[in-house]
């Protein structure tokens, strides 16, 4: 049903109006003035409002600012014998929708209404696509919520999985591959990182850094005393190892890199590739000065502990040859090692 409001204050132009619109699916209600229009534009939505210009002494165009008449996107059509043109372009321009000069015809008023009814229909439409639309939206977000987070969970069990195969062969790994963990995010908050699939990498690569041996035999992996240059060889193939395990696992791209080039120095005297400086990924040189804190604060079981102080000279002493400048700063405004050995 489509409502219209007719505001004039001669009873017979409100019969005349009121004859000519009614009709099946219209209802429409007539008052005399501002006062009863507002009371009947609060008590309900219309989709028309006809005003007269001139109500004794009140201008009916006031009704154009009435907020209900926005808020309920009422179409006003004003309907004036007094003005004419000028009328017309001052009511349009305050936002009515269309100007009726009285006299006018059955035909006129009808005309304009319908376009009104038209423009509120579009309107309408227009308003139910959209909420549609954000509906669509909202239930595609919630989708894409629960299946990023399940796929979160599976990366996190895959790198649980082959964390745990590398335990099995070298049960010290777990407690400072957490550590590690740690302290990368650490240096690398204070350095300035905020990238979230950066630090992901630099998380996962941390856990995953030394995956490689894996490969190396126990005979070598577990030999209690020092190593030959031979064996050492065996072991220093462990990050080309591992970062060829990970190549195949797209979500540990980055983190591949860390597993790589975690054995890389500054000065380019590292392991595999021997890059130098910057060349050296980012988070691979985060990782370096982590991994050199656990091992020195005492991650490693066979490395007696050194205390802080120490461990913050021994990392200060080199910069510039084993580790960037600029993140062992950063390592040292960190509090890392400076209650005690990690555990
Ligand atoms: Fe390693
Ligand atoms: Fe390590």
Redesign the pocket.
């Known amino acids: 049903m489509k409502r219209i409001l007719v505001v004039d204050d001669e009873p017979m132009i409100r019969d005349l109006v009121v004859s000519f619109l009614r009709g099946p699916d219209i209802s429409v209600v007539a008052v005399d003035g501002v006062g009863a229009a507002k009371v009947e534009l609060d008590r309900a939505n219309f989709n028309v409002l006809l005003c007269d210009v001139n109500l004794r002494g009140e201008s009916g165009t006031s009704l154009l600012e009435y907020e209900r008449v926005n808020e309920a996107q009422t179409a006003v059509i004003v309907m004036s014998g007094v003005a004419g043109l000028p009328t017309a372009m001052d009511v349009i321009r305050r936002g009515a929708f269309d100007f009726v000069a009285k006299p006018f015809s059955s035909q006129e008023l009808c005309g304009s209404v319908q376009k009104a009814f038209d423009r509120s229909e579009k309107m309408r439409l227009e308003e139910a696509r959209k909420m549609e639309l954000e509906l669509l939206v909202e239930a595609r977000t919630v989708e894409l919520e629960v299946a990023l987070s399940e796929s979160n969970h599976t990366c996190d069990l895959t790198i649980e999985a082959l964390g745990a195969a590398l335990n099995l062969r070298d049960t010290e790994t777990e407690r400072h591959c957490r550590n590690v963990e740690m302290v990368s995010l650490d240096i690398a908050r204070e350095w300035g990182l905020t990238d979230t699939q950066m630090l992901r990498d630099l998380r996962w690569g941390a856990l995953l850094?030394?995956i490689g041996k894996i490969g190396i035999p126990d005979s070598i992996l577990r030999k209690p005393g020092p190593l030959t240059a031979e064996e050492r060889k065996v072991i220093n193939t462990?990050?080309g190892m591992g970062s060829r395990m990970l190549q195949g696992i797209e979500f540990l791209r980055g983190a591949a890199q860390v597993v790589r080039h975690?054995?890389e120095r500054y000065d380019g005297t590292g392991y595999p590739d021997g890059l130098a400086g910057e060349t050296i990924p980012l988070i691979a040189r985060i990782f370096a000065v982590a991994d050199a804190v656990d091992v020195l604060s005492g991650g490693r079981v066979y490395q007696a502990a050194i205390s802080p102080e120490d461990v913050r000279a021994e990392i200060s002493r080199s910069a510039g040859s084993h580790f960037d400048p600029q993140i062992v700063e950063a390592f040292l405004r960190t509090h890392s090692v400076s209650e005690g050995p990690l555990r």
């Open positions: 850094h030394d462990h990050p975690h054995h």
